[in-house]
Nanobody, 127 residues
Framework: QVQLVESGGGLVQAGGSLRLSCAAS????????MAWFRQAPGKEREFVGG?????????YYADSVRGRFTISRDNAKNTVALQMNSLKPEDTAVYYC???????????????????WGQGTQVTVSS
């Protein structure tokens, strides 16, 4: 049974930092593209960042978070992390971890490319 479990969410002031973690079980995260998405109230789920499955060399970010967020993975521990710095109130959302089969660069940002999802963790940034 595949399971993705996120942790690390919480309440933080604008300008602060949080580190989200996603623990994967039931699959080998080495062979999956891993990503973070987020969904704010009344909005569609949006791509935040992704990391390739084969070497972790290639990372992908939404323009809104590039330079502030960093995605990384530890294949030995089957975990994926999202380091979030310089947080803004508009970063407030439920953050989801996702795993998908290897895919081309152009597909990383699309939620329908991912087979497995975590339950989400709330991130709230106060102004």
């Amino acid at each position: 049974q595949v399971q993705l479990v996120e942790s690390g969410g919480g309440l933080v002031q604008a300008g602060g930092s949080l580190r989200l973690s996603c623990a994967a079980s039931g699959l080998s995260s080495r062979i999956y593209t891993m990503a973070w998405f987020r969904q704010a109230p009344g909005k569609e789920r949006e791509f935040v960042g992704g990391i390739d499955w084969w070497s972790s060399t290639y990372t992908y970010y939404a323009d809104s978070v590039r330079g502030r967020f960093t995605i990384s993975r530890d294949n030995a521990k089957n975990t994926v992390a999202l380091q979030m710095n310089s947080l803004k109130p508009e970063d407030t959302a439920v953050y989801y971890c996702a795993a998908g089969r290897p895919m081309s660069d152009s597909r990383v940002r699309y939620a329908d490319q991912y087979d497995y999802w975590g339950q989400g963790t709330q991130v709230t940034v106060s102004s």
